[in-house]
């Protein structure tokens, strides 16, 4: 196994919130998007994984929105990938 196929694996662990939609949310965005993501993106990707499952939860249902702004395109980004 390659360093890549490591870390996805391990990214693919940290998706795993306990709440399916959510799950399935962030591990089609690493799955589609992952690989040839720019260093920022997949940052702010890291950045979303940190935080509280609720609140991006929220930002998911658009009840709230994200202050870190490539956090927010990233959000809306994911909304928008096809099933």
Same mark, same amino acid.
Do not use: N, Y
């Given at each position: 196994?390659?360093?890549? *196929? $490591?870390?996805? @694996?391990? /990214?693919?662990?940290?998706?795993? %919130?306990?709440? !399916?939609?959510?799950?399935?949310?962030?591990?089609?965005?690493?799955?589609?998007?992952?690989?040839?993501?720019?260093?920022?993106?997949? *940052? $702010?990707?890291? @950045?979303? /994984?940190?935080?509280?499952?609720? %609140?991006?939860? !929220?930002?998911?249902?658009?009840?709230?929105?994200?202050?870190?702004?490539?956090?927010?395109?990233?959000?809306?980004?994911?909304?928008?990938?096809?099933?």
């Amino acid at each position: 196994m390659d360093a890549d *196929e $490591a870390e996805i @694996r391990k /990214l693919r662990w940290r998706c795993r %919130r306990g709440m !399916r939609e959510l799950d399935r949310l962030l591990e089609r965005w690493l799955d589609l998007e992952w690989r040839q993501s720019p260093t920022s993106q997949r *940052e $702010a990707f890291l @950045r979303l /994984l940190d935080s509280e499952d609720d %609140r991006i939860w !929220r930002w998911f249902l658009a009840q709230e929105a994200p202050v870190d702004v490539e956090i927010a395109a990233l959000v809306d980004q994911i909304r928008t990938l096809p099933h």
